[in-house]
């Protein structure tokens, strides 16, 4: 899932500080995209208990962004439900693997193996953006008012990091890679994931105007049928995120 994918699951999925939650909801993508990362994967995908643990005792008005990591997470969150997307689809696979081979510059076995449901659920968040404007202008203004020195401090504090390094890499995350512009149209998606995906291990060289046709193509591909995937992801996140667990 993706930048307006995983905002809109937490929102949807936890009754909170919606600011909050967008903002949690969008740390855990500082791994792997983000280098030089001071986390660990495990630090700040899937440690979600461990710094609610630290808000709730801390900052417990803040409690939320912890919320937020956690609806993206792989354990309890959006992330669980990744690989689900490929059971959705229809016709032959192998062409939509050489189509992101030419969109992303990877190999086949990349291509096949990881960026598959990464492409896939970009076509969620054109579903998104074509049928709720209003979330994308609320999303595009968190990003703008977000206070990257507070969270990176609080993050810092709970794992033991060092501040500077904490804030260089969500200042990368949410100044270099997520630019509120970018989410005006379908064309600055495909400029959010080229950014996003030259972080990744691969390295991968995004033609951002294909990237853009084939976002377009799969949602088109799931046009009638978006509202009911993210439906299920939205109430399995909450029956796990159910305020008697947390």
Known sequence: MNILGHAYVATEAVKGNRELLIIGSLLPESS????????????????????????????SEKRDL??????????????????????FIKGDKEELVQKIVDCSGVGLEAAR??????????????????NNPGFVKEVKRVLEEMDISEVSRLLAECFDKDFEKVEKTFKKLFEGVYRPKDLNSVAG??????RQAAGLPEKDRVNPQKAAALFEEIYLMLENRWEEIMGEVISEVRKNLNPRNF
């Open 32 to 59: 792997p995209f983000i280098a030089d990362n001071p986390f660990s994967w495990e630090e700040i995908h899937e440690s979600g208990e461990k710094f609610l643990k630290f808000l709730d005792q801390k900052y």
């Open 113 to 130: 193996k990881w960026r598959i449901h990464n492409y896939f659920w970009w076509g969620a968040d054109v579903w998104i953006f074509k």
């Open 66 to 87: 912890a919320m937020g990591i956690l609806a993206h997470s792989y354990k309890f969150g959006a992330d669980k439900f990744s690989s689900r997307i490929e059971t």
């Open 189 to 194: 998606f495909a400029q959010v994931w080229a």
